[in-house]
């Protein structure tokens, strides 16, 4: 058996070499089926995303692909001179393919560290892999083990807690003021690109109203459309303090947009309900006095950065005992998929030579019975077949039970294969070869 993962990612490889790499949506399973025509008898799943193009190939040792032959895939299939990724891809074989996917799934591996869509997409490529054919009992074992350890990681070292982005840390502080947002207007002003990723993680809170402010009118009108907000016209911003319970501003512009003046009459406006204001503008959009009203929380870009500093300090923590947990169970996977690899290789030779001995002894039954009947014939061949399969029932039922208990060291072959390898006169099973 081997195994081999060979791709890029957002650390060995550009953007422009990754789109030219990917399997795209439409070309994914276009891309298993020519994988399984140009290599039968393998297993295969493709993990694409944005930030990596990893190809899995699992199978016999003498006929799995190497690295050369999948860069000459690849280079064939996406129509590429091979001079145009070769430097960039990154291989790993055998037990470290499985490390190496455990830690993407657990996100170690990624852009930003603990972020939860991986694991989705790991699930995504197996499946995908799975409706095609396309993966077998190794990746079955693999893959459903790598699912499992990536939420195993999450849940052990709280790696995908507190969030690491300026906005995403804003809502996420909204979340902590506010227990519900059905009732609640949210103001945000500035319509660039700060506004739009706050706006993409505010839409997950389902605020009441959105209202969005900008000195562009055409520019706001866009934005809420996109969002399904209001645009509110800039000199009517003082109204729109007035009705929003929630204030993330992100413009641009050189002074403060928000005096605290002004505010005081906003928050008399609003009998003195509470207003959360997150300032993520630089320079500040508003007066940092504000924050000193009553009923009034402003939290400015420089704490919403801290917050995130922290978090990902945080979330970095995590990484040794995520390392830990990922080391473990990379040793129990792999030594899983050899046991049951030299399981099914000592159950084919199980069944051969109880074959040859089942037919040998027919072929010298039948040559000094001459006379029997064609029926004759048939009815014994049966029942030998039958007696065959009654005889081995319990030593078949053993060793599969045998390989799917985990084995005492890595190693080490379980007592009863050993044992059945003794009983009937058969050598070592050739599954581990070309196995480090």
Known sequence: MRLLALGVDHRSAPATVREALAFGDDRLAEGLEALQGAFPGNEFVVLSTCNRVEVYAAGPADAAPGVDALSAFLSDFHALRPETFAGHLVGYHDEAVVGHLFRVAASLES?????????????????????????????????????????????????????????????????????????KAVLVIGAGKMADLTLQHLKALNPGRILIVNRNP??????????????????????????????????????????????????????????????????????????????????????????????LSRRRKGVDPALLIIERETAACYAAVRRQQDAGALLRQLGDRADQIRLRELEHLFHNLPALSDA?????????????????????????????????????????????????????????????
């Open 376 to 436: 004759d014939r048939e009815a014994i061949a049966h029942m030998a077949a039958r007696l065959q399969n009654q005889f081995l029932h319990h030593p078949r039922a053993a060793v599969r039970s045998a390989a799917a208990e985990p084995a005492a060291a890595p190693d080490a072959p379980h007592p009863i294969l050993t044992a059945v390898r003794h009983l009937f006169g058969l050598a070592d099973a050739p599954a581990r070869n070309g196995l480090k």
């Open 111 to 183: 852009l930003v560290l603990g972020e939860g869509q991986i694991l989705g997409q790991v699930r995504e490529a197996y499946r995908s892999a799975v409706d095609r054919k396309a993966a077998g009992p190794i990746f079955h074992a693999v893959f459903q083990n790598a699912l499992r350890v990536g939420k195993l990681v999450r849940e052990k070292t709280g790696m995908d807690q507190g969030k690491l982005s300026v906005a995403s840390v804003a809502v996420d502080l909204a979340r902590e003021v506010f227990d519900t947002f059905t009732d």
């Open 218 to 311: 055409d520019r706001a009108r866009e934005v809420a459309e996109r969002w399904r907000g209001q645009a509110v016209a800039f000199d009517r911003l003082g109204q729109a303090l007035i009705d929003a319970d929630l204030v993330i501003s992100t413009t641009a512009a050189a002074e403060p947009i928000v005096s605290l003046e002004q505010y005081v009459r906003v928050q008399r406006a609003r009998r003195n309900r509470l207003s959360l204001i997150l300032d993520i503008a630089i320079p500040r959009d508003f007066d940092p006095r504000i924050g000193e009203l009553d009923q009034v929380t402003l939290y400015h870009v420089d704490d919403l950065r801290a917050q995130a500093e922290q978090n």
